[in-house]
């Protein structure tokens, strides 16, 4: 997707294009960088499924999430970065956050909600993005940990609280 003057891909270099997808990267000469987090949805029909991934921007150390329904509909982002992407294609990027994104972590709880985490590189924290579902467009974005010993290997998960009243990342 367009960024200006870069434009994100990555993926880019298989033979057999129905085993990759474009997502992410400048300008297929840089990669999206050494983090990226991909979670599959299942729908109960392949044209339900949806895979929803995070990912660290190594060449403008930023953050995004993107998704994408029925991803068997298609291989690629839409025609154009102005052009509104249907289902098949990669949804426009979400920036989530500036000078963050190393060793991102995705997870989708039982409800559908998308939880995501990462380290920021610059101020050492530990940082959470929530999604209510995988196509909301809005991310409420918290630090979980800004003590500086946050450690740079996240794993995440979700479960429910006791009274199963709450979901809770772990």
């Known amino acids: 997707y ?6 994100h891909t990555a993926f880019d270099s298989n033979a ?9 990267g400048p300008n297929k ?9 991909i979670y599959v949805i299942k729908g109960s029909t392949v044209a339900e499924d949806v895979i929803v991934a995070t990912w660290y921007d190594a060449s403008t150390s930023n953050w995004y ?3 994408k329904a029925n991803p068997c509909n ?7 970065p102005s052009a509104t992407p249907t289902d098949g294609n990669w949804r426009k990027p ?7 994104g190393e060793s991102c972590q995705i997870a989708v709880d039982k409800a559908g909600g998308i939880h995501i985490a990462s380290y920021d590189n610059v101020n050492a924290d530990l940082l959470y993005a929530y999604l209510s579902s995988y196509d909301d ?3 409420h974005l918290v630090t979980v940990d800004s003590y500086a010993f946050t450690g740079t290997n996240i794993r995440l998960d979700t479960a429910f609280s006791d009274d199963g009243n709450y979901i809770i990342p772990y």
Not at 2 to 7: D, H, T
Not at 29 to 37: D, E, I, R, W
Not at 74 to 80: L, P, R, W, Y
């Open 2 to 7: 367009g960024m200006g003057e870069k434009v």
């Open 16 to 24: 057999k294009p129905q085993y990759y997808s474009t997502l992410a």
């Open 29 to 37: 000469t840089a990669k999206a960088g050494n983090y990226l987090s």
């Open 65 to 67: 999430y993107s998704y």
């Open 74 to 80: 298609d291989n690629d982002m839409a025609a154009s």
């Open 94 to 100: 979400i920036l989530l956050a500036q000078n963050a």
């Open 137 to 139: 467009a809005t991310p």
